[in-house]
């Protein structure tokens, strides 16, 4: 059973950055997702990283201010966000799927980020 942990989270100005983090029982050959969700809206993918290739996939929303990375000796994904926004306000999720797989089964415990103006 795959278990992630996330970490890295709080308050930040508008303009600030935070590095969320992401812990995995086990680095296998999987894809790892950065997702948010608000209040009352659906869960938004915002980055994935494929930790065998270090292919990346963001969304557009986070483009060119977010970055997904990896680190294989310490088990863990990284999702560096700059310049973020009041919009970024969220509960920040890491998940894992196959390659082959088009859904996340394994996801971990979310971390607040919250973005003041």
């Known amino acids: 059973q795959l278990q992630l942990v996330e970490s890295g989270g709080g308050l930040v100005q508008g303009g600030g950055s935070l590095r969320l983090s992401c812990v995995a029982s086990?680095?296998?050959?999987?894809?790892i997702g950065w997702f948010r969700q608000t209040p009352g809206k659906d869960r938004e993918f915002v980055a994935s990283?494929?930790?065998?290739?270090?292919?990346?996939v963001y969304a557009d929303s986070v483009k060119g201010r977010f970055t997904i990375s990896r680190d294989n000796a310490k088990n863990t994904v990284y999702l560096q966000m700059n310049s973020l926004k009041p919009e970024d306000t969220a509960v920040y999720y890491c998940?894992?799927?196959?390659?082959?797989?088009?859904?996340?089964?394994?996801w971990g415990q979310g971390t607040q980020v919250t973005v003041s103006s």
């Open positions: 086990t680095f296998s050959d999987v894809i």
């Open positions: 998940a894992a799927r196959g390659r082959a797989s088009a859904s996340y089964p394994y």
């Open positions: 990283i494929d930790l065998r290739f270090g292919s990346t």
